[in-house]
């Protein structure tokens, strides 16, 4: 079992992986260990796991916690399951006990929800292992708001599954393990297995060779419904989405098999990245390749 370990002291070196929150170490890079230059002198390869619902989600995953920061009332009010994963942890991950104050004091702003855990991101996966498991793959092109990325996490696993769907990323997509995009994600960016594309657009065609048919989302008015677009027998659809404002770009559209858009009325600009990643994956995994 853990050891839980009162903290009084909000200046507690045994917590300083917790302080300051909202310093930009916590915008690690998609690889573990980096380089230090993140300002806190402490090495990236870590992240946070914020709340109950996070922290199961967070036992459940392969991620490995290094140690949970949690109140009195949190700590006392877990539930059955969170606690006995929680008291199923080995010795060497150290549970602190803090009061709501210290712990406030501690992360430099108000943590309401009293559970924090601090865990290992592990090693990079490989975008062709996730192609090679899933069942239909979402591929993120440069989205840089934690909110979009949190929400195609969650849409991801609440319609294809948490095995059956993985997604993929662009070099310079934002953080999935960011604590807003896990939280957002109610978890499941903990559950949904993803990948970095490092060759950017070049490894697009890597995964069509692989099964699958590369859609690029797109409200460009040539694009085909999304509505009626099926795959090919035999393959499966990787469905690319852009960022707010500039969408795909051009050469990842050009490394696409072929370009879908969702029908929206006149007058309307644009759904946002989010809602546009569910509505065609929830079209995608309701249709299925034609000839099945």
Known sequence: MPRIEPISDAADPRVDVYRNQKDAWLRAAHYPGGDG?????????????????????????????????ITPTRWEGLGDETRSAVMALPKSVPVYIARREVMCEICGFDIHRGVLAAARRGADRDPIAIANMARTLVVLEDLTNHDNVGSIFRSAAAIGGMN???????????????????????????RVPFATITDWPAGLRAISAHGYETWALTPAEGAADITAARAAPGRRVALLVGSEGPGLT???????????????????????????????????????????
């Open 250 to 292: 051009d050469h990842a559209i050009s490394a696409c098999d072929r370009r879908v858009r969702i029908p929206i009325v006149p007058g309307v600009d644009s759904l946002n990245a989010g809602v546009s990643a569910a509505i065609a994956l929830h079209r995608i995994e309701s249709n299925p390749p034609c000839g099945e």
């Open 37 to 69: 230059t993140s300002g806190t002198g402490y090495a990236d390869g870590l992240f946070m796991a914020e709340g109950e619902l996070v922290l199961d989600h967070l036992l459940a995953s392969h991620y490995e916690p290094e140690s949970l920061l």
């Open 164 to 190: 059956r769907v993985g997604v993929l990323l662009s070099p310079r997509c934002c953080d999935p393990l960011y604590r807003k995009s896990v939280r957002v994600s109610m978890g499941l960016a903990l």
